[in-house]
């Protein structure tokens, strides 16, 4: 064999062996990101909780809409969540287990199905923004990329029914708290924008961010903010995430 060709075949050679070990390296990360993304939902929130939050609707003009809501949460499927303000809206709730919502009206017989992508506020948060579920359960670590202060994480969703395709989530090394989040339907369409702000504690001791805020490149000029002004962990029964409950959620702030 000639000097060229052994030359050749050993380049090919080490260019083989570096995309092995590539795709080791990638495989064995997906488990180390996994637990990263399980450690992000720990640190965001309690695995059951109640809190108070405020939504913020503000339009091009500057018009703002606010709603006042209190909320529970249970394990990594139950949210339920009651409409305090403004009076229009008040007694209303909303309630979402696993992949299923409804939305509860003072005064209609019956809860009515809602989707994920559906808003019950008409703002840019939807359905899925308001009643959000671990991040672990609804998604699984594509990618992972560690540089400077922040790791960037590409997740992407477990099921069709979930309300983003795929999420680029930058995560804060020293907090281990998303400061940034890209949502991105199945085309590739970025959808929205969101911004984790203001790392406080919100009462139970744990630093974690208070305001999210939102924009979208389909809608120039909007914003939404969701806004926590206090959260403590809290045992809750199942029987409360029930259909039957909804008429009732006030009794919880008794």
Same mark, same amino acid.
């Given at each position: ?87 229009? +809206? ?38 899925? +923004? ?67 702000? +203001?790392?406080? +504690? ?53």
């Amino acid at each position: 064999m000639s000097r060229g060709k052994v030359i050749r075949s050993l380049s090919m050679g080490l260019v083989l062996l570096a995309t092995i070990f590539s795709t080791h390296a990638f495989a064995a990360d997906l488990p180390q990101g996994d637990a990263l993304l399980k450690q992000i939902d720990k640190n965001l929130a309690p695995d059951s909780y109640e809190m108070y939050r405020k939504l913020i609707d503000i339009q091009p003009d500057g018009t703002r809409k606010e709603w006042l809501l209190y909320t529970v949460k249970k394990g990594a499927d139950k949210v339920l969540a009651l409409f305090l303000t403004p009076a229009s +809206d008040k007694g209303r709730s909303t309630l979402r287990l696993a992949e299923n919502m409804w939305l509860y009206i003072p005064g209609v017989d019956k809860p009515i199905r809602i989707t994920s992508l559906q808003s019950v506020t008409g703002g840019l948060f939807n359905n899925a +923004d308001i009643l959000r579920l671990d991040f672990s359960n609804e998604y699984s670590v594509e990618s992972m990329d560690s540089t400077g202060a922040e790791t960037l994480l590409v997740l992407k969703a477990k099921t069709n029914s979930v309300a983003y395709d795929q999420l680029k989530m930058w995560v804060n090394k020293q907090n281990v708290l998303p400061s940034k989040v890209e949502c991105y339907a199945a085309s590739g369409l970025l959808i929205k924008t969101l911004r984790f702000k +203001d790392i406080k +504690d919100l009462g139970d001791g744990v630093p974690r961010p208070a305001t999210v805020e939102t924009d979208s490149p389909l809608y120039k000029g909007y914003k939404s903010l969701m806004i926590w002004a206090a959260i403590k962990p809290r045992k809750l029964p199942d029987e409360i995430f029930t259909l039957n409950y909804m008429p009732r959620v006030q009794e919880l702030r008794r």
